[in-house]
């Protein structure tokens, strides 16, 4: 048996694919691009804001008011949006803070639940006046 027409067979199925893979290569690096250029306007957007912030606490130290400043049209700037590397050490803080508050009373933190998909007898059953409280 012969490799040529088995290795001119596997050229005719790679050549037929190859199209495929390219556009996707194509499409996946398009993708990455945008990404980078959404990550540079955030940033540049981030930096306008905190200008923002600057520029409207100068105004208010000039001795604009507030409702001055939003009859010009100028309402209050945004509070800077936590990153995600703070809101991360806000929530271990948070998660720390309950351990100790739990320990200090005495007893183990219990487990959060989800209230929306958690369920008690307590929930089901009528009140004590045979009325839903609901």
């Known amino acids: 048996m012969s490799t040529d027409p088995v290795k001119a067979a596997l050229d005719n199925l790679l050549s037929a694919r190859r199209p495929a893979l390219k556009a996707l ?16 306007a ?5 930096e306008n804001e905190d200008e923002i912030r ?6 208010i130290a000039a001795g604009w008011s507030t409702s001055e400043l939003r009859a010009a049209g100028f309402s209050a700037p945004r509070k800077a949006a936590k990153t995600s ?27 959060q639940t989800d209230a929306a998909t958690s369920s008690s007898a ?4 009528p009140s004590a006046g045979g009325v839903d409280a609901a």
């Open 85 to 111: 590397s703070e809101v991360s050490e806000n929530k271990a803080s948070d998660d720390e803070a309950g351990a100790a508050h739990a320990a200090a009373a005495g007893g183990e933190r219990a487990p």
């Open 54 to 59: 600057a520029a409207h606490a100068a105004a």
């Open 122 to 125: 307590a929930d089901d059953a």
């Open 25 to 40: 290569a194509e499409a996946t690096g398009r993708s990455d691009k945008l990404r980078k250029e959404i990550a540079a």
């Open 42 to 46: 955030k940033k540049k957007l981030a």
